[in-house]
C-alpha cells in the first residue's frame, strides 16, 4: 500500500541536494558525445506546483530551494550553483519568471537535459503519481512506466548505449526497502558494470540507511562514493536531520565541485548544517 506522495515535500533540503548532485553527474556525462540512457527507477510527478494544496501545507521548499532561489545571484558565483539555478528558473511559469512558482522532478531535471542521442525511462509504480506524470510535458522520447522501479531496472539491463546512469529515490516506506536496494543494485552492477549509480537515502534517527551501506559494501561493490548533508543534529531531531546520496562510479571531479558548491549553500541552511564528502567504499 503506497501512500508516500512527494508533492508534501517538493523542494526541501532533501531534494536540492539530491537533484545537485545528479545535475552534477549529468554535467560530467554530458562531457562526451557518446549516448547516455538515464533510468529513474522512482520518478514521481516530474514538475510541483508549489501553490499545490499538499506542497503548501507544509511548505518544506521554504527551507530548501526557496532559499537557494532569493540568493540566487550571490550564488551563482559557484558553476555549479549557477547552471542549476538556471534550470531551476527554466522550470518556472513564463507568468513571471522571476516567482519560484514550481519545483522540477528527478524526470524533468533528466528531460531538461536529454540530447537526440540519449534514452530516459521513468518508472512510478503510484497510479495517482504515475498520472501526473503521465501528464507532463516531456519529450517524445522519454518512455514512462507504471510499475515497480526495482524489478523494472535489473529487466532494463544491459541497455542499449554505451553509457548507462540510474537514479534510485525510494520513499522507504517499508523498512526492508533499504536491504532490497542494496540487493537490486547489486544485480544491476554486475548486469552493467560501468554503470553510474546514484542513490538516495534520508538520514534518520533510527539509522535504517546503515543496511543500505553496509549491504552494499558487503556485496563487494568498488567505488561507492559517499555525500551526506545534515541540517540538524540526530540527537534533537524526531524526523529527518539529513540527506544522503551514493554515487557509484563517480565521474572524475565530481566531489571537488560539490564540496565547493556545498561550502556556499552552507550558510543558507542553518548553524547546525554540515556537508561530508568522502568514499564509502574506495577503488
Ligand atoms: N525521484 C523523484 C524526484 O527526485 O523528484 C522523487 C521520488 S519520491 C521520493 C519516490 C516515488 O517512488 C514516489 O512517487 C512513490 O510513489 C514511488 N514508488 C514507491 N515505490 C516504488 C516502486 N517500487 N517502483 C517505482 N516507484 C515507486
Request: aromatic share 8%; hydrophobic share 40%; charged share 30%.
Amino acid at each position: 500500500m503506497l501512500s508516500y506522495q512527494h508533492a508534501y515535500h517538493a523542494g526541501n533540503f532533501a531534494d536540492v541536494h539530491k537533484h545537485l548532485v545528479l545535475f552534477a553527474v549529468v554535467d560530467h556525462l554530458l562531457r562526451k558525445e557518446s549516448s547516455v540512457t538515464y533510468i529513474d527507477t522512482h520518478a514521481g510527478r516530474g514538475r510541483y506546483p508549489l501553490d499545490a494544496e499538499e506542497t503548501a501545507r507544509l511548505g518544506e521548499y521554504h527551507d530548501g530551494a526557496e532559499r537557494l532561489w532569493k540568493t540566487r545571484e550571490r550564488l551563482a558565483e559557484d558553476p555549479l550553483l549557477r547552471d542549476w539555478l538556471e534550470g531551476l528558473a527554466a522550470a518556472q511559469s513564463q507568468r513571471n519568471p522571476k516567482a519560484l512558482d514550481h519545483y522540477p522532478g528527478s524526470p524533468w531535471w533528466l528531460a531538461q537535459r536529454l540530447r537526440e542521442q540519449d534514452a530516459l525511462r521513468l518508472f512510478e509504480l503510484h497510479p495517482g503519481e504515475h498520472d501526473h506524470l503521465s501528464r507532463q510535458q516531456l519529450p517524445d522520447r522519454v518512455r514512462h512506466v507504471h510499475g515497480d522501479g526495482l524489478s523494472g531496472l535489473i529487466d532494463a539491463l544491459p541497455v542499449a548505449t554505451p553509457r548507462l546512469c540510474v537514479l534510485v529515490d525510494p520513499s522507504y516506506e517499508r523498512k526492508a526497502e533499504y536491504g532490497d536496494v542494496a540487493d537490486t543494485l547489486l544485480k544491476a552492477m554486475r548486469k552493467a558494470r560501468h554503470g553510474v549509480m546514484l542513490v538516495w537515502y534520508p538520514l534518520l534517527p533510527a539509522g535504517r540507511h546503515e543496511t543500505l551501506l553496509e549491504g552494499l559494501k558487503a556485496g563487494g561493490l568498488r567505488k561507492i562514493w559517499r555525500s551526506e548533508l545534515r541540517v540538524a543534529s540526530p540527537q534533537r531531531e524526531r524526523g529527518m536531520y539529513g540527506s544522503g546520496m551514493l554515487v557509484i562510479n563517480p565521474p572524475w571531479g565530481l566531489d571537488r565541485r560539490l564540496e565547493d558548491a556545498m561550502a556556499r549553500l552552507m550558510p543558507l541552511l542553518g548553524d547546525d548544517s554540515h556537508y561530508r564528502g568522502d568514499w564509502w567504499v574506495p577503488e
